[in-house]
T-cell receptor, first 113, second 116 residues
Framework: QQQVKQSPQSLIVQKGGISIINCAYE??????FPWYQQFPGKGPALLIA?????SEKKEGRFTISFNKSAKQFSLHIMDSQPGDSATYFC????????????FGRGTQLTVWP | DSGVTQTPKHLITATGQRVTLRCSPR?????VYWYQQSLDQGLQFLIQ???????AKGNILERFSAQQFPDLHSELNLSSLELGDSALYFC???????????????FGSGTRLTVV
């Protein structure tokens, strides 16, 4: 079954707006939570990642908020731009060593100019 | 360019056939991962190799197999192909390290397989 659940499936935001994508997980063995951005014809590329003992991490216009007790985390894209139009995936890794990524189903973001 | 090279970029083949997808990891990376991306299943982990040895196995069908060679490149073999095997196949590579070096976990641009 899907170990990381992601919503919404698609999102349309106006330029300058805030895009919010949510993810939830059940397995408390997950130790790290990255977000990936994928453009058509390309592989997923890492945007930002967070560990569960941190409640928020910000890199430029991208912020991850993490709620360990609720087992939920979200990606906020501030001042969304047309160039941000892509598919976004949340993911999780179990354990402390790099290995298998468990991906959410993805959110297709469209930012209108 | 991510540094992970996948060939071919596109592949069209008939049902029942066998194909081989190739992946060259980033220089120095010992781990190679294969993922399948389809519309109905999303991104699914298939298998991981580390320095030539199988490290982890995911949702990989028995008709599929992989290996990693001494020069660290990897091949994913898909046999007895079915229409449902049509998908994007991604390879990723990483140095075998802690999750805090995840910025080194890099995906290639994929091979689009179409089975007709």
């Amino acid at each position: 079954q899907q170990q990381v659940k992601q919503s919404p499936q698609s999102l349309i935001v106006q330029k300058g707006g805030i895009s919010i994508i949510n993810c939830a997980y059940e397995n408390t063995a997950f130790d790290y939570f990255p977000w990936y951005q994928q453009f058509p014809g390309k592989g997923p590329a890492l945007l930002i990642a967070i560990r569960p003992d941190v409640s928020e991490k910000k890199e430029g216009r991208f912020t991850i908020s993490f709620n360990k007790s609720a087992k939920q985390f979200s990606l906020h894209i501030m001042d969304s731009q047309p160039g941000d139009s892509a598919t976004y995936f949340c993911a999780a890794i179990r354990g402390s060593t790099l290995g298998r990524l468990y991906f959410g189903r993805g959110t297709q973001l469209t930012v209108w100019p | 360019d991510s540094g992970v090279t996948q060939t071919p970029k596109h592949l069209i083949t008939a049902t029942g056939q066998r194909v081989t997808l190739r992946c060259s990891p980033r220089s120095g990376d010992l781990s190679v991962y294969w993922y399948q991306q389809s519309l109905d299943q999303g991104l699914q982990f298939l298998i991981q190799y580390y320095n030539g040895e199988e490290r982890a196995k995911g949702n990989i069908l028995e008709r599929f197999s992989a290996q990693q060679f001494p020069d660290l490149h990897s091949e994913l073999n898909l046999s007895s192909l079915e229409l449902g095997d049509s998908a994007l196949y991604f390879c990723a590579s990483s140095p075998q390290s802690t999750v805090y070096s995840i910025y080194g976990y890099t995906f290639g641009s994929g091979t689009r397989l179409t089975v007709v």
